[in-house]
């Protein structure tokens, strides 16, 4: 798993300032744009893409994502 991830024209990534903040770049990361930003999820520390989904290890368990990092579903709980 990374912090970040190409998915399609989108790259991904884990804020490096917040770590419960998903943000996003269509400019090959010369600007980043906040997608998520939570706590319910605690805090990311890995992510991957998984084809229709990505799928993020949390400090609260496994989530997926089926919107590019919108939001986040429990998978498994640590």
Do not use: C
């Not at 991830?5 to 744009?33: A, C, F, H, M, V």
């Not at 939570?38 to 799928?55: C, M, P, Q, R, W």
Request: glycine content about 8%; overall charge positive.
């Amino acid at each position: 798993m990374a912090q970040m991830i190409n998915r399609g024209k989108e790259l991904i990534r884990i804020s490096p300032k917040q770590s419960n903040k998903i943000e996003y770049s269509t400019n090959d990361g010369r600007s980043w744009i906040s997608r998520y930003s939570g706590t319910s999820v605690g805090y990311f520390h890995d992510l991957t893409d998984n084809g229709k989904e990505i799928l993020a290890q949390t400090s609260k368990g496994l989530y997926y994502s089926t919107n590019d990092g919108r939001s986040w579903i429990l998978r498994k709980r640590n």
